[in-house]
């Protein structure tokens, strides 16, 4: 199956941007629909957002609408995460995943990450 490693978390102050990576391995990374969850402490992981396995799609949890873009780079079987006019409620680990359906649900994704950590500073 399809491997993916997440890179790019850090700490930013509120207000501030930050782009997260999700490097893929396999030839077949531009099969796959690409999903964005994040889960903060204490809370229950939640969708972000999806990209279709072409790129020419993207949905995204309305909590984050508007300040978060995904975008993918087939050749380079990478896929990416801006956030932008980051809020503390964003601090969460936030994890990639691959799947073979459009969809914000985490059971429909088979393959995951092991997370980047995200701290939004008030």
């Known amino acids: 199956q399809v491997q993916v490693v997440e890179s790019g978390g850090g700490l930013v102050q509120a207000g501030g941007s930050l782009r997260l990576s999700c490097a893929a391995s396999g030839r077949t990374f531009a099969n796959y629909v690409m999903g964005w969850f994040r889960q903060a402490p204490g809370k229950e992981d939640e969708f972000v957002g999806v990209i279709s396995a072409s790129g020419a799609s993207a949905e995204y949890a309305d909590i984050v609408k508007g300040r978060f873009t995904i975008s993918r780079d087939n050749a380079k079987n990478t896929v990416y995460l801006q956030m932008n006019s980051l809020k503390p409620e964003d601090t969460a680990v936030y994890y990639c995943?691959?799947?073979?359906?459009?969809?914000?649900?985490?059971?429909?994704?088979?393959?995951w990450g092991q997370g980047t950590q995200v701290t939004v500073s008030s």
């Open positions: 995943a691959a799947g073979g359906s459009f969809s914000p649900r985490r059971v429909d994704y088979t393959a």
